[in-house]
């Protein structure tokens, strides 16, 4: 059973910090491609950033420049490093093993991430 967890939301000030973990466990995880996206009320979920199974980043334009995206292999786990917050960021985000090319995708619960002004 593929298990993803994540952690690290909360509610932060506008220009603050916050880091989001992802631990996944079920599967190869070295593996796979993952990705961060996040959903705002009433909007589409969205793809925030994304690594590749050889470390290759792509990330919003939204977010270019204040978010980072990493993975710890050894330890099952991707992060995302959120820098320089907006309360336009303020979202739900979803971790998300991104299987495609091989038929299948998996998802976490989801971490809510709040900015205040």
């Known amino acids: 059973q593929v298990q993803l967890v994540e952690s690290g939301g909360g509610l932060v000030q506008a220009g603050g910090s916050l880091r989001l973990s992802c631990v996944v466990s079920?599967?190869?995880?070295?593996?796979?491609?993952m990705g961060w996206y996040r959903q705002a009320p009433g909007n589409l979920r969205e793809l925030v950033a994304h690594?590749?199974?050889?470390?290759?980043?792509t990330y919003a334009d939204s977010v270019k420049g204040r978010f980072t995206i990493s993975r710890d292999n050894d330890k099952n786990t991707v992060y995302l490093q959120m820098n320089s917050l907006k309360r336009e960021d303020t979202a739900g985000y979803y971790c998300?093993?991104?299987?495609?090319?091989?038929?299948?995708?998996?998802w976490g619960q989801g971490t809510q991430v709040t900015v205040s002004s």
């Open positions: 690594i590749t199974s050889s470390g290759t980043t």
């Open positions: 079920g599967l190869a995880f070295s593996g796979n491609a």
């Open positions: 998300n093993v991104d299987g495609r090319s091989r038929g299948y995708m998996y």
